[in-house]
């Protein structure tokens, strides 16, 4: 069964996209915890941190440029965090790699 964020790639529901390529999506998250939350996702079903290949180097690695680059883009130059959860205990609702970049205010240390 795909996932919300499958749906979301595939253009069977909506999201507010802001950045796509050949490799990976970026949508504002519907529901923010801070004035700037983007999720980044991979079109690549990875389901977690966890479900990650060694062939997937390449691509986690681009991730994390398209995430630098929004966050320039984003004027998060004050900094911001960049989120994974994996499994239960992280809370992770949906089982689609993602990255949280939260932005936008002071964050706090250590999370809940
Ligand atoms: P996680 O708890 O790490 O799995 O995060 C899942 C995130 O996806 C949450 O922050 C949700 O608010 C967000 N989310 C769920 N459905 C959608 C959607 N349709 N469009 C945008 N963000 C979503």
Redesign the pocket.
Known sequence: MST??KK?IDRE?P??IIYEDDLCLA?????P?APV?V?VIPKKEIASTDDIADEDKELIGHLFTVIRDLARSLNLGDGYRV???CGPH?????PHL?Y?ILGGRRMTWPPG
Request: cysteine-free; glycine content about 4%.
């Open positions: 919300i964020f979301i529901i999201a507010d949508f504002n998250d519907i529901n915890k939350h999720l989120v994974a959860n992280a809370g992770q609702e949906v993602h949280h």
